[in-house]
């Protein structure tokens, strides 16, 4: 994964870079918003990992044979980051995060502007604006798409395919709103569903995807790519569950429980507790969602996974997974330079420890 | 206009009810949440005017000659249509408006839902739910858009026209907002460009050079109507202002002077102030703004826009407006019959009594 990453995110922060510079220009003639919000974009979008970008330009590579037209491939990476970047802008409001990627986020620091103005209700203010730089950027992004040089069909899908991805994301991110506002314990089904349209097939099936249509990979190649993307993702999402439960601080980079605390509905979350008896349910609703949480708590909710076996089951689900995209990735007709690419992002996923 | 609206009205909504009804099955297959916001967003489409809609259907019968594509310019008309949904819903939650088009705003029915459930915090889960019911409504409409059936060529020219200007209604969104958080008088020029963005070409220029282009309009054509749109729509503006102070209750069919209560900036608003004196300042100073204001007050706004000869001012910008529109409806290449429909909309903007 880090590999595909190094290979790609040069060009790709470059083809961004000059693109918003562009975009600044055009909207400078709009009013004095347009070059502002451009430039809190700009450092917004290239402090990303841009990992969804870079895997567009793998797999245009990758089914390209003799002709790769990197200028395609560039604008679609750029634009599934430009949507990226505008989903969390919206992502920080509805969580109310007030930090994100090391920097004030968005909505943020619209505060900060109306706050130094001295306007009443400078938090919504914030919102407001953030609201409006999102829906900035999504147009942006499609406007970008529509650029690409492609045969007429090509280019009908690969829009098809971006937008409809993207009204599933919306969907699955209602879906885990209402997830955390729950009481109620949710089924493991719900949740893998979740993961399967607000991680899986947005971070690794539409990248793949989109650079697959770009090269002009025929639709039964780039539909595997899209059950691929399932595999990966959802291993990617279990794994990040567990990490956030079993790792420490150090190694992960972030604080531990925090899906614990905010009651989140994960798969270990919802094996835990369809596997309990009455009084461990109680002792652990008194730690999901608590605020307060002690790292004696975190040892407790570790213990009982362990005892109940949680991580064998787990394991088993992602083993299947795994085999899953193994006998799909064989199933590509494409060199085995590139088929090793994708298994290294399997096994990425399967061992990360951050 | 109502002429406009009558002509194609009815076929605009039962193609976008039977558009809706296959989106909500395709959404079904993601989550709960898909059938429950493509009904939420049924109901909220097909109760507004649809007069963008309309004017893609009137524009692109217009330049179509004999072979006129309806399901291509249908398709158009809902996708614009399914983007100002999308804009009034995040509008509403900007604004905190609990109502709009005689219902509850989509995200005051997402937090009675909240509500019912007993979550805490229903405010923000309405917003939030909000704000992703709009961000589909925009996937949603460019997928629309990407599947009309037009040479590559005018196909791109076509979703970046759509895509722009809808950054420049983002933009001008933003500009209005924070033009409601000043106290300080803002200029005439500032105004007018917002009208540009936000109401004029988005009404008017955008649907109408939609249509040209679904035709197959040429590029001179197309960037006419563009102009056109902007006399039109800043005139229906401004009247649109004049409305709001000099109306009454009963004709307009809604309460008279609320953008003077909400100290909104219109082009009434500065020109009153830039004229008056410091007397006169602090009077109207305790007038705009005021939530308790009562009808002396609006009365004495009318009688300060009266004596300072407001309305003959108003009335030359809309003169030079009206002439250029003329000027430029008469260079059009189209029949006499299709000239007369401009005029008629140009008419019933001068002469707009609700």
New interface residues.
């Given amino acids: 994964m880090k590999q595909v990453l190094l290979e790609h995110r040069l060009s790709m922060k470059s083809f961004l870079e000059s693109f918003l510079d562009s975009k600044s220009e ?2 400078s003639s ?5 070059s502002d ?1 451009i430039s809190r974009l700009k450092g917004f979008v290239l402090n990303g990992k841009l990992v969804r970008g870079c895997l567009v330009l793998m797999s245009a590579k990758m089914f390209s044979n003799s002709i790769y037209d990197e200028e395609n491939a560039l604008k679609a990476a750029a634009a599934i980051e430009l949507v990226h970047s505008s ?1 969390l802008i ?1 992502d920080d ?2 969580d ?1 995060d007030d930090l994100r990627r090391g920097s004030p986020a968005i909505h943020n620091q619209y505060e900060e502007y ?1 706050s130094k ?1 001295g ?2 209700n400078h938090k ?2 914030g ?3 953030g ?6 950027g ?3 992004a ?2 970008l798409l ?2 690409i040089n492609l ?2 069909h090509n ?2 899908a690969l ?2 395919l971006f ?2 991805e ?3 994301v ?6 885990d ?2 997830f955390e ?1 729950l009481k109620d314990n949710v089924s493991e089904e ?1 949740i893998i ?2 993961y399967r ?1 607000k991680t899986a097939r947005y971070t690794f099936s539409l990248p793949m995807m989109m650079g697959a249509i770009i090269a002009g990979a025929d639709e039964n190649t780039v539909n595997k790519l899209g059950l691929i993307g399932e595999d990966l993702g959802i291993i990617f999402q279990i794994k990040d569950d567990e990490l956030g439960i079993f790792s420490d601080e150090k190694t992960l980079g972030k604080s531990i429980g925090i899906d614990i605390k905010d009651n989140k509905k994960t798969v270990y979350c919802t094996l835990l507790m369809s596997d309990s008896n009455d009084s461990e349910l109680k002792i652990l609703k008194n730690i999901f969602g608590n605020k307060n949480i002690t790292n004696e708590d975190i040892d407790t909710v570790r213990r009982i996974i362990i005892d109940k076996g949680i991580h064998e089951k787990i394991s088993s689900r992602i083993k299947s997974l795994e085999l899953e995209a193994i006998t799909l990735i064989d199933m590509l007709n494409i060199d085995d330079n590139s088929r090793n690419i994708l298994f290294k992002i399997l096994k990425y996923n399967l061992d990360r420890t951050s």
Same sequence: chains 1, 2.
């Avoid at 609201?131 to 900035?136: E, L, P, S, Y």
């Avoid at 919306?170 to 879906?175: I, R, T």
Wanted: include cysteine; hydrophobic fraction near 45%.
């Fill in positions: 055009d909207f709009v009013n004095e918003w347009g919000v989903l919206h409001i509805i109310k109306a103005e306007f009443k919504h203010f919102a407001s604006f609201i409006c730089a999102g829906d900035i999504f147009f942006m499609n406007e529509s650029s045969p007429e280019k009908s829009l098809k937008n409809s993207l009204c599933n919306g969907l699955a991110e209602m879906q709103i209402n506002y719900d569903n979740m349209f």
